[in-house]
């Protein structure tokens, strides 16, 4: 059974970082890519960073968070990863990891979540 | 930026069909996927590459795409199906995109 779960989120200052951590089970980690996916309180889904299977330079990054935020993986500990600096209060929401349903990058869908881990920016 | 636009709400009696529409103006050259996401629950993805349904999902849901319009329809629908529901593409410049979430009211 494949299960995603989130963990790291809570309270931080504007300006302050944090960073979430998903672990993964149930598939072969490092064979796809991951994302993370928030929403905003009473908002819609908003696609944040993707990173491919194999990690390292194959990344990429909504513009509202490009230069603050960064995802990586230790597929070593089926573990992804997002750090999350000079955050806004715009940042509040609640964060997703999300697998994509295909290896082959084919079907450019989310096929599991976790349950959500709930960051706030507030001072 | 990509943007993809639903109507914000979609009202249905128990027993008809649903229909929710997607639109954006380069959907035309991607595959749509639909998610449904109830209160205080994850996403669950409902429909991908159009029309193929995962395991697990009723054969009540079923989508289509035509032109720059995807569409989720929702037939015989039921109590259970009421939810805010997804659609979903890429970009080759943006990446993944979410449309604007339509609420379905089972009346």
């Known amino acids: 059974e494949v299960q995603l779960l989130e963990s790291g989120g809570g309270l931080v200052q504007p300006g302050g970082s944090l960073r979430l951590s998903c672990a993964a089970s149930?598939?072969?980690?490092?064979?796809?890519?991951m994302s993370w996916v928030r929403q905003a309180p009473g908002k819609g889904l908003e696609w944040v960073s993707g990173i491919s299977g194999s990690g390292g330079s194959s990344t990429n990054y909504a513009d509202s968070v490009k230069g603050r935020f960064t995802i990586s993986r230790d597929n070593s500990k089926n573990t992804l990863y997002l750090q999350m600096n000079s955050l806004r209060a715009e940042d509040t929401a609640v964060y997703y990891c999300?697998?994509?349903?295909?290896?082959?990058?084919?079907?450019?869908?989310?096929?599991?979540w976790g349950q959500g881990t709930l960051v706030t920016v507030s001072s | 930026s990509y943007e993809l636009t639903q109507p914000p709400s979609v009202s249905v009696s128990p027993g008809q069909t649903a229909s929710i529409t997607c639109s954006g103006d380069e959907l035309g050259d991607e595959f749509a996927s639909w998610y449904q996401q109830k209160p205080g629950q994850s996403p669950v993805l409902l429909i991908y590459?159009?029309?193929k349904r995962p395991s697990g999902i009723p054969e009540r849901f079923s989508g289509s795409h035509s032109g720059n319009t995807a569409t989720l329809t929702i037939s015989g629908t039921q109590a259970v199906d009421e939810a805010d529901y997804y659609c979903?593409?890429?970009?080759?410049?943006?990446?993944?995109?979410f449309g604007t979430g339509t609420k379905v009211t089972v009346l």
């Open positions: 590459q159009d029309s």
């Open positions: 149930g598939f072969t980690f490092s064979s796809y890519a």
């Open positions: 999300a697998k994509r349903a295909s290896v082959s990058g084919t079907t450019k869908a989310f096929d599991y």
């Open positions: 979903q593409a890429w970009d080759s410049s943006t990446s993944y995109v």
